[in-house]
């Protein structure tokens, strides 16, 4: 039964109770795990954004349970190049031989600066490119070439520049190692703006999918995504991230569409004609693949890598397993594998970046 009140109509009261209902209601709604901000701005200069929670599980149809190996801490350097020689594949002072302590020191040593306050050495810093350069880079060159992403990068920010499309779904599969998120930012030669700010639980790997906004431009264009990790409201510093996937387009994301990869041994010795076995896992097919070997190092908190050596794969189908060798020719230190995997426009152009967990110390 209905209560009826006495009480006079104010008309002000009423309309302060209505707002703080649709306040209330956009709350829940920006917390509920995957969801587009209530105000889409679609126009030129405004930015829409997104909110999204990380998950471990991945979809049914994947065939595996959740990726959950994060991988080893690289060893530190001091100045965020590659040292001189190999210790013999063993960790030097300041690793936590490949374990990820209980809220990563990020591969700090006693005396050096909090952790990510430091400037980045020369060459890591990322570069945001303007609409105009975007649209010196023609879509037709991204999908012969794929996305492209620097030979140096910090893993706590990066850029990757390449296509996309409106309404197209984007993956991320990462973690963070202290409290605060990660965010993507998404900008487009035509000059749209979108914002994604992904939540996750410190020392978790899991991964996010958001969608751009139906009206992100009228058709596939260059973009660029900035993925860098932000620190919680009052805190100077954000969280240290390590990134596992990146895609976007359709055939591109489930998770993400180049999973399970593999680098194996964990020290390999060129001279004695050892070498590294890498593998991946593609759910889509791609038109162009590249397995890039890159050298991985700490430097004050931050995961930073370099390209050395780059191998041209054959195409994947749908649902392969391929991978191949390395003789490690390239430079000595520690080394991850990257693979660049993407479908020609005329079959989408869907795109994806991995890296592995996994990491290959090769001793000369």
Not at 4 to 27: D, Q
Not at 229 to 235: E, R, T
Request: proline share 8%; glycine share 10%.
């Amino acid at each position: 039964m209905l209560r009826h009140s006495s009480e006079k109509f104010n008309g002000k009261a009423a309309c302060r109770r209505l707002f703080s209902a649709s306040t209330a209601l956009a709350i829940a709604l920006a917390v509920s795990g995957l969801v587009q901000a209530q105000n889409q701005h679609t126009q030129t200069g405004h930015i829409s954004v997104a909110v999204a929670h990380a998950t471990q599980g991945p979809p049914k149809n994947h065939g595996h349970g959740p990726e959950t190996n994060s991988g080893k801490t690289p060893r530190e350097s001091s100045d965020g190049q590659t040292s001189k020689g190999s210790n013999d594949g063993r960790n030097s002072t300041g690793s936590n031989d490949g374990r990820n302590s209980t809220g990563s020191t990020g591969g700090q040593i006693s005396g050096q600066a909090p952790l990510r306050t430091r400037p980045l050495p020369p060459g890591f810093e990322p570069f945001i490119p303007t609409p105009a350069s975007l649209n010196d880079l023609p879509p037709q060159k991204l999908a012969d070439k794929g996305p492209q992403i620097s030979d140096k990068l910090d893993m706590t920010g990066f850029v990757v520049k390449c296509v996309a499309g409106p309404n197209w779904p984007v993956v991320l599969d990462f973690m963070l190692d202290s409290p605060g998120d990660a965010q993507i930012d998404v900008n487009t030669a035509d000059n749209h703006q979108f914002k994604a700010i992904i939540h996750n639980t410190p020392n978790l790997r899991a991964y996010a999918i958001f969608r751009l906004p139906p009206d992100f431009g009228t058709k596939l264009q260059t973009a660029y995504f900035y993925v860098h990790a932000v620190p919680l409201a009052g805190a100077s510093t954000p969280p240290g991230l390590r990134t596992y996937g990146l895609g976007a387009g359709e055939r591109a994301v489930g998770s993400v569409a180049i999973d399970q990869l593999t680098f194996q041994p964990a020290t390999i010795h060129p001279q004695a004609k050892e070498v590294a076995n890498f593998g991946f896992h593609a759910h889509s097919a791609f038109d162009g693949v590249r397995a890039e070997f890159i050298i991985a190092t700490t430097y004050n908190g931050r995961l930073l890598v370099q390209k050395d050596q780059e191998e041209k794969l054959s195409p994947v189908p749908e649902g392969m397993r391929a991978g191949g060798t390395w003789e490690g020719k390239g430079k000595p230190g520690e080394h991850m594998l990257q693979i660049r995997a993407w479908r020609g426009l005329e079959n989408g152009g869907d795109w994806v970046v991995a890296w592995s967990p996994d990491i290959v110390d090769v001793v000369k």
